[in-house]
């Protein structure tokens, strides 16, 4: 695996790497051709390095045996960013650390497969942020991020989509899909938008009032 930046420019988004499924190199390869600096949970960073992976910053609490000097070694020049802080998760923690820096944006990879418990959280957290911090999470099956009130899209024909809600999301209305909702709420645990299609080649539109409705453009 090649190493990034080649974009060097905090405007564009940053790429964490988290700890769960890998994605393909495919996948992997194009969002590190375009990423400025590249973030690494600390419970990742040997997957990373096996990869020939450049990484900018080592991000967690590390809760493990840790021997900084081993990484500033094979991974030089790199930050490492110790957050003892239990209350939140690594991943929690990079997406701190980026807003701090005043960077806008993330894509995040390696968040969901592997432990159950860990996807759910990593993606319903993904609420937390929709207002400081543009958030895009990858797999090689999903594209996933909080829509603002007012989203528009073109899609082609038979895309799948889905509207998750985290929480209650109310009065949704949406343009073009196969299931289309009008004034409608969606609630986590109890109806929620899951795969919906988009009818024909064009804009699809979704507007809502309240809570966070997550956007998971999917395909087998």
């Not at 701190?96 to 990879?109: E, F, H, Q, T, V």
């Not at 899609?155 to 799948?160: G, M, P």
């Not at 509207?163 to 289309?180: D, Q, R, S």
Request: overall charge negative.
């Amino acid at each position: 695996m090649s190493s990034h930046h080649i974009v060097r420019d905090d405007q564009e988004p940053a790429l964490i790497i988290a700890n769960g499924a890998a994605c393909s190199q495919e996948l992997m390869g194009q969002l590190l051709e375009w990423s400025p600096l590249v973030v690494v949970l600390d419970s990742a960073i040997e997957r990373v390095i096996e990869l020939g992976i450049k990484v900018d910053v080592l991000i967690g609490d590390f809760d493990r045996d840790f021997n900084a000097d081993v990484y500033r070694e094979k991974q030089y020049p790199i930050e490492i960013v110790h957050i003892a802080d239990q209350d939140s998760t690594d991943l929690e923690k990079a997406c701190d650390y980026l807003i701090k820096r005043g960077i806008p944006a993330a894509n995040i990879i390696w968040a969901t497969g592997k432990r159950a418990d860990h996807t759910i959280t990593n993606i319903t957290n993904l609420s937390k942020y929709k207002d400081t911090l543009k958030i895009t999470m990858y797999d090689d099956y999903s594209r996933i991020y909080p829509l603002p009130k007012n989203f528009k899209k073109w899609y082609e024909k038979d895309t799948i989509i889905s509207l998750i809600p985290i929480g209650e999301v109310t009065n949704i209305t949406t343009t073009n899909l196969m299931y289309t909702l009008t004034n409608e709420s969606l609630i986590l645990g109890e109806r929620t938008g899951s795969s919906n299609a988009v009818v024909e080649d064009g804009l699809v539109t979704v507007t809502y009032d309240k809570g966070t409705l997550l956007m998971m453009e999917c395909h087998d």
